[in-house]
């Protein structure tokens, strides 16, 4: 969630809401650079990247949290085949240590907005929002984990960015993906919720799969803020209550009715833009470990707003922090995963199992969730939550090609047993074509022809693991998943 430029982003694997407004107009677009497939393979070394990719940073119309029009950007990645058809992915950044530390800026310094190139290499069109009050062109403070213009913001590029895709013959389908990391993966699902729950029904999610987020703001995070525990992260507090009080009003009227007179002045200094947050993190953590022996974020806080926190259910900070969570009062329908590492530094695991036992509650029936790396923390955790993110979606990819007319549009493909021994079945498939079947290692370990009905497979050859089974039928590409186990 802390800074993204610090998380490696090498990724070697191992292997609406209503406007309200005249908004979601697309006003420019610039084209940032483009790098081939084999610049792309080398990159990132990842063997199922098919495509070159072609980086934008776009500018749209959209609203303010005062519900003003204002102007956002983002980053629009696009795959160099103008032939196919392709999904779309809407990738929601982390926490942003400056205005410019965003997808549309810093993806060419190595930043974040670099996962966006590998999404295109692997035929998504992916949108990545700067959010507001970030980038070059929003106006006024960033609303820090604020739910809904996380999602209004991500909603408003998709209308936009559809636009460009048009002018450009672009083609896509009607697939839509959904992560995000930290920040973004309270934004992914933020943007998950608001999609299904919008009366409109203007999109559909096909996947979602939100990493390693503050899922839980009234709850884990209020509870990790009021206990007296030592805290690197800092930063975040005073980042919330100046972002809420930016959105609702009515937080307090002075930095000092919430935080002590040591550390209120570095934080007028960070909202006033003199100071990054990686500053004023540091600076935070240098005068809690003179004042108080270490880092105790509780610490800078006045007593008497900790007393309201935890006495006063309907205190204004109570009723704006629970305004945030992102997993109750939802029911999710799309096919949904939950990815964290237990040992996550800066975003307690507490977040995703609260969030899993809620929609288990609910009753949620495509949903699973998993600790990919017990032993890692936040920044480590990016890789493998990445990883099984990218096997997820590519196992419901579609990709089509331009002007080819399919005689049928086919879902998911049955394929059983899944994990398979020897033996594998590939069930009802509307016509025929060809099937390869591709290790992490990038090289294709079986391939051969497929006929309309069901086949069967003979995986007897492979060795375990995880492998890709991309079929190719009559101009649709589509991905799944074969795990073989003995």
Same mark, same amino acid.
């Given at each position: ?26 006003? =420019? ?34 609203? =303010? ?51 966006? &190139? ?56 009607? &697939? ?45 995070? $209020? ?12 930063? #975040? ?25 040591? #550390?209120?002045?570095?934080? &007028? ?16 953590? =240098? ?64 977040? =995703? ?28 955790? #990016? ?5 099984? !993110? ?17 005689? !049928? ?64 039928? $009559? ?12």
């Amino acid at each position: 969630m802390f800074f993204m430029q610090k998380i490696v982003l090498s990724l070697l694997f191992a292997v609406g809401i209503s406007t309200g407004v005249s908004s979601q107009n697309l006003v =420019s677009a610039t084209l940032l650079g483009e790098k081939s497939q084999a610049e792309l393979l080398i990159e990132f070394n990842i063997p199922f990247i098919q495509y070159g990719a072609k980086y934008y940073r776009v500018t749209y119309t959209t609203k =303010s949290v005062q519900g003003s029009v204002d102007t956002a950007s983002g980053l629009l990645t696009v795959p160099n085949n103008p032939s196919r058809i392709y999904p779309r992915l809407v990738y929601q950044h982390g926490t942003s240590g400056s205005k410019q530390d965003v997808p549309s800026i810093n993806v060419l310094t190595g930043g974040e907005g670099r996962v966006g &190139q590998l999404f295109a290499g692997l035929g998504f069109v992916a949108f990545l929002p700067d959010y507001l009050g970030l980038g070059n062109v929003s106006k006024g403070f960033h609303p820090y984990v604020h739910a809904e213009s996380e999602a209004w913001a991500a909603m408003d590029m998709l209308r936009a960015g559809e636009q460009f895709l048009q002018q450009n013959q672009v083609a896509t389908n009607e &697939q839509l993906f959904i992560t995000g990391y930290s920040q973004g993966g309270h934004g992914a699902m933020a943007l998950h919720r608001a999609i299904e729950l919008d009366p409109a029904n203007e999109f559909e999610v096909t996947a979602a799969a939100p990493m390693s987020g503050p899922y839980s703001i009234s709850g884990v995070m $209020r509870d990790l803020i009021l206990t007296d525990a030592v805290y690197y992260y800092p930063a #975040y507090i005073p980042n919330t209550a100046l972002s809420y009080q930016t959105v609702y009003g009515n937080l307090f009227s002075n930095l000092t009715e919430v935080f002590k007179p040591a #550390y209120a002045p570095m934080i &007028q200094q960070f909202y006033d833009g003199e100071i990054t947050l990686s500053d004023l993190n540091g600076m935070l953590i =240098s005068a809690l470990t003179v004042n108080e022996g270490d880092s105790r974020p509780f610490k800078m806080l006045q007593e008497s707003i900790v007393q309201a926190i935890q006495n006063d259910p309907n205190h204004p900070i109570n009723l704006a922090l629970a305004a945030n969570d992102t997993y109750d009062n939802w029911l999710p329908e799309a096919p949904f995963r939950l990815f964290y590492c237990m040992a996550d530094d800066q975003v307690p695991f507490r977040n =995703s199992l609260l969030a899993r036992d809620s929609f288990l509650a609910a009753g949620v029936t495509d949903f699973m969730i998993s600790d990919v790396m017990p032993s890692a923390d936040h920044g480590e955790c #990016y890789v493998p939550a990445m990883t099984n !993110t990218l096997i997820f979606f590519l196992g419901f990819q579609q990709i089509g090609t331009v002007g080819t007319v399919l005689p !049928t549009v086919f879902d998911r493909v049955k394929i059983a047993p899944n994990p398979a021994n020897e033996m594998v079945s590939i069930g009802e498939l509307p016509r025929s074509g060809r099937y390869e079947i591709i290790g992490f290692n990038g090289k294709v370990s079986q391939s051969g022809t497929l006929s309309a009905g069901t086949n069967t497979l003979n995986v007897a050859g492979l060795s375990e693991g995880v492998y890709l089974l991309r079929l190719l039928l $009559r101009g649709e590409v589509r991905t799944e998943k074969i795990v073989v186990q003995r």
